[in-house]
Nanobody, 118 residues
Framework: HVQLVESGGGSAQAGGSLRLSCEASRQSYCMAWFRQVSEKEREGVAFIDTGGATNYAYSAAGRFTISRDNANNALYLQMNSLKPEDTAMYYC????????????????WGQGTQVTVS
C-alpha cells in the first residue's frame, strides 16, 4: 500500500497561485491530481509517469503544471492564474499502472487538501 499525504492547499485570490505537494511512502509508476467539489463527481486534473510524460485536463492545461521528484517520492502541482471554479478538494493518487485521468482505477489516495479561490 502507498501512503500519500498532500499539503499546500489554502486560500488564494483569483489570478493568484498555489503549489500543492504530495509526499508518497514509495514510488509509483503513475501519479495524478484529482479534485472534487462537494457531491459532484471527482475529476482529473493532471497525471505524470516516472518518465515525466504528462497529460492535463482541459480546465488545467496552460495554467497548471504537474511535476514529480522520483528520488524523494514527491508529486507537485503548480497552479497559476487561479479561478474561483478551481475551488475544490484536491487529491493526490498513485498506481502502478497508467490510468490517465480515470479516477476510479487508482488504488492509492491521499486525504486531500482544500483549495479555495475567491
Amino acid at each position: 500500500h502507498v501512503q500519500l499525504v498532500e499539503s499546500g492547499g489554502g486560500s488564494a485570490q483569483a489570478g493568484g497561485s498555489l503549489r500543492l505537494s504530495c509526499e508518497a511512502s514509495r514510488q509509483s509508476y503513475c501519479m495524478a491530481w484529482f479534485r472534487q467539489v462537494s457531491e459532484k463527481e471527482r475529476e482529473g486534473v493532471a497525471f505524470i509517469d516516472t518518465g515525466g510524460a504528462t497529460n492535463y485536463a482541459y480546465s488545467a492545461a496552460g495554467r497548471f503544471t504537474i511535476s514529480r521528484d522520483n528520488a524523494n517520492n514527491a508529486l507537485y502541482l503548480q497552479m497559476n492564474s487561479l479561478k474561483p471554479e478551481d475551488t475544490a478538494m484536491y487529491y493526490c493518487a498513485a498506481d502502478e499502472y497508467n490510468h490517465g485521468l480515470a479516477w476510479r482505477q487508482y488504488q492509492h489516495w491521499g486525504q486531500g487538501t482544500q483549495v479555495t479561490v475567491s
